[in-house]
């Protein structure tokens, strides 16, 4: 089981579209995939319609802080509470209330690793399991990536990277809990190659942070199509299956498994 946090200290940096969309592509191929939006915002959750009301449920499970990660950071004994489902993968979402989580995190940093212990529980459930963690240099984004074995860094083409020594900080205080944890790739997304602008970007990601994390192929620019998909609640390539976005995320997906050194189930008949 691989876990994965989605971190940039920078709010709009594309964490949330990444996991969505990352994570669909995954299932597609077969994997177990767990999505864990620690993430008070819970665009991730909303995006997934998973707090949005039914007529058989006016009040959705996802709206519950029980059912959100703040059981787990209350509780070291508590496992990761069931699941919701969305689109093929499994979600523990998150709502508003979470932020009560940052206060208790931030009170008693032990239990910054009750997290990771009932992730990692997991084993054998879940090939992949990938965190939205939220912005900033909150409790809950170190406790995000502590839980982590790898790290993925979105970098937005309007958000440059004017927070990535803030992300290493982060990453240096997640290693005193997860000490193998590594940056595992950097993805620029939102992407125009015609613009001077971004083709600086992509040049200094592949020449100057290469050491760091090699960089994906990049996820082109098409705002107006990723605002309408999350406005549907539905991933990318549910939204748009015809359009490119789709193909992106399955050269993102093939990118990382082959990081992971881990083979497409579906291609190896599994």
């Not at 971190?7 to 864990?36: F, M, P, S």
Request: hydrophobic content about 45%; glycine content about 4%.
């Amino acid at each position: 089981m691989q876990v994965i946090s989605i971190y940039n200290q920078a709010g709009g940096a594309g964490k949330t579209t990444v996991t969505r969309d990352l994570g669909y592509a995954l299932t597609n191929r077969g994997y177990r995939v767990l999505l864990i939006d620690l993430d008070a915002q819970a665009s991730l959750t909303r995006w997934l319609g998973l707090l949005t009301p039914t007529q058989d449920q006016p009040k959705p499970p996802a709206s519950r802080l029980d059912r959100t990660v703040f059981s787990v950071i209350s509780d070291p004994e508590a496992d990761l509470p069931t699941p919701l489902r969305a689109f093929g993968m499994d979600v523990v979402p998150a709502n508003s209330k979470l932020s009560a989580g940052d206060a208790l995190l931030y009170d008693d940093r032990q239990r910054m690793d009750y997290l990771r212990r009932a992730i990692h529980s997991l084993k054998g459930r879940y090939d992949i399991v990938l965190l939205d963690a939220p912005p900033g240099r909150t409790s809950m984004a170190l406790a995000a990536v502590a839980a982590s074995d790898h790290m993925i860094i979105p970098v937005n083409a309007s958000k440059a990277l004017e927070n990535i020594n803030n992300v290493a900080e982060v990453l240096r205080d997640a290693r005193l809990y997860a000490p193998n944890l590594n940056v595992l790739a950097f993805v620029p997304h939102s992407i125009n190659t015609a613009q001077n602008h971004d083709k600086d970007i992509l040049r200094y990601l592949n020449d100057e942070l290469s050491a760091l994390a090699p960089s994906t192929t990049p996820i082109t620019f098409k705002n107006v199509l990723y605002k309408d998909a999350s406005m549907a609640q539905e991933p990318i390539a549910v939204f748009a299956p015809k359009h490119s976005p789709k193909a992106e995320y399955d050269v993102l997906a093939s990118e990382i498994l082959q990081m992971l050194n881990l083979a497409s189930k579906l291609e190896a008949g599994v």
